[in-house]
């Protein structure tokens, strides 16, 4: 608001004072407007907006009081100044006005000097009312833009967005956004236009279009109050470019345009800026989620052809050793045989990893998919048992079974169960000593943080009594290449993907994993299998 040019309503029933009231005031450099009741005053508020009431009480038709609390029970009028005029001096009508929400109150005859300071500081008082108004409402509105911002990594929607409330608040008839490609314009999102256009066929715009050029060079808003882009949009009078900076950085550029020539006021290039911070926050995060993704497919198809193409030698390696084992080109010595066994099983070490390789490659992708079917757990407890019975007896440890027969049946990939329940047990009997215990308990047990959403799940334990994970090394125990840092764990072989595979396909069965260990004491993990 302009304070000079502020708009007062003199509201008061004597003709005099209204006309001395009006001519001082105009003399001040103020717009007035009279009205000689209450009622012609509310009727000339509903018509026009006023910055400041010079009120009278004592009046026909409807008196000061019950303007007052007219002002006072309207949301638009309640923040309107009102400065009392009035011959009624006394301590009670004073403080009634104070309670109906006047700003101040002076009693006739008024001090002229008095009265224009009061009228001042009154409007003075608005204006930062409404700054401060206006100041909320914009953080609402980038609040509510950053809500929006924050739900895609996606760059086109992020444009598609910031286009949108760029020429809602600008008022502007078309636009349109790109990103900044080495001093070019990219065009990705347009509103506006009879159809969504490509100013040239790689999708760049002119480089001679004058507003974008300026705002790439200043790198601030820039705007044309002429026709001289009429080649992206007949019509066309106006143009303002706004550059959306990432520090030094035009990382894009929000171009709109008017049917009329116009010059966009300091509020709204103010917004704009804003915005424009924003939505470069916003791109920026997802450019890079894309060069993320990019750089994990490459990753992924890597691990997946190196992997494919490590079998083929592994398996003619692991059949011709067999061969040689097995005497089939003539006998073998002792020596032979043991170098034979160390070649054996660095092959089997290898197509371990390639597995694991595999198996990550296609969990992060996507691409593993699950066979569900109703299962028995303790039929997949026991094909694990029978597959590591010979390692658990090498070392001479005790395993106990605690899996009931009449268990639900889980629902479950029984290729990936096994997978599981191998790679913990596995797990179990490396890590702990000779003549230790291992023990494997399942019950049926409700999965929820209440009640209502609680799910029907088992829940596998599998327990040793062996090495324990350090404190240190507990809280990156499921990623991917972790190894604990302990002398007596690095002496069995692992490459540091089995728990993390084991997560990843407990959660696919919607399941989740979780451990407790004491270091040097023990370990147990649990997870848990819907019901079928």
Known sequence: MDVERALVLIVDDNEMNRDILTRHLKRQGYATAVAENGLIALQQMRQRAFDLILLDIMMPEMNGFQVLEHLKANLEWRDIPVIVISAADDLDSIVRCIELGAEDYLPKPYNTLLLKARISASLEKKRLRDAEKAHFAEMAIMQEIDRELNATLDVKRAMEITLGWALRYGGDQAGWMGQVENGRVHILVSQGYPQPFTPDSSGFIPDALPVVQRALQSRKAEYLSAATSAELRVGTQSQIAVPVSRGTNVVAMIVMENDAPRQWSASVLTFLNRLGDHAALAITNANMYMAVQAADLAKTEFVSFVSHELKIPMTSIKGYADLLLAGSFG???????????????????????????????????????????????????????????????AKAQTLTLAVPDDLPLIYGDRVRLVQVVTNLVSNAYKYTPENGRIAIDAHLILDGQDAETAQPMIQIAIADNGLGIPDEAQSTIFDKFTRVDDEEARKSPGTGLGLSITKSLVELHHGRIWFESQYRQGTTFYFTVPVA
Do not use: C, W, Y
């Open 331 to 393: 006998p073998i010595n002792e020596m032979q045989t043991k170098f034979l066994g160390t070649v054996r099983s660095n092959v089997d070490r290898m197509a371990r990893l390639v597995s694991d390789l595999t198996d990550i490659s296609r969990i992060e992708s996507g691409h593993l998919s699950l066979e569900l079917s109703p299962l028995s757990l303790a039929e997949i407890v026991e094909e694990v048992v029978q597959s590591t019975r010979g390692q658990i007896e």
